[in-house]
């Protein structure tokens, strides 16, 4: 759910890129929103009615995307669509893949209406609750959207949730980032940008995506893995200091040997910075 968002942490390194955002002439869809009320979680939520031009432009970008996973996505994301019964004929039930999660990692699915604030987020990150939307971008769009949608939701985010040492990663780092502060929270949503948004896998097979960021977007999905990018292994102390600017292809990348890694790591960073326990 972290969108896209400018990360020139020179200028302003204490004020998160949510702050930031609505100090901006943006976008209002990328605007972080607060949660005024409960938003309906797992079994409460109701799938909408949507009209059938929704429901094309899904099976457009599941199809047009799936044909460039094989070979470029790893296993891990490739089982997860596999346990969430993703296919191209139907916008996903949010209901349903909350009720697969429980089931394997324990997660939940919450209804939210749009981008919303970063305490709102790393709360449900915290209480295992994944936030998506429930609605797909215009016909405009199909190649970008700056705003979140249930394509990047569920199918750049959610099969990933399946995996147990992701799932345990994503909780702690909810946790992690309600304790952090200034430019502690700077650090952490580098850290997610070059993880969870962009994270690189090396698996038996060679290098694969992982990052929601990347498998959701067209143009990323092709580029990630060329010669026009520099891959550093996965170190936390190195990925938070990296630079990086939302609005173009991304240049460098960094690499995990394996999920055990990215939760191992990331919890002894933070308990190394005082975050958790
Ligand atoms: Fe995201």
Redesign the pocket.
Known sequence: ???KKKGNKSENQAVSAYEKASNEEIDPRCIPQKLDAPVPEHDKIVYPDYPKFDQETWKYLYERQMKFLHGRACNEYLDGTKQLNLSSEKIPYLKDMSQIFFKTTGWKVARVPGLIHEQNFFEMLRRKVFPSTDYIRGKDELDYTPAPDLF?DIF??MPLLTNTNFASFYQKFGEAALNAKGKVRTMLETFHWFTV?FGLIKNPEGMRIYG??ILSSHQEVQHSLSDQVEVIPFDPEKIVTQEYDVWHLQPILFAIDSFQQLEEGFKDWTKKLGLIN
């Open positions: 759910m972290i969108e990047h750049g985010h948004e929601a960021g």
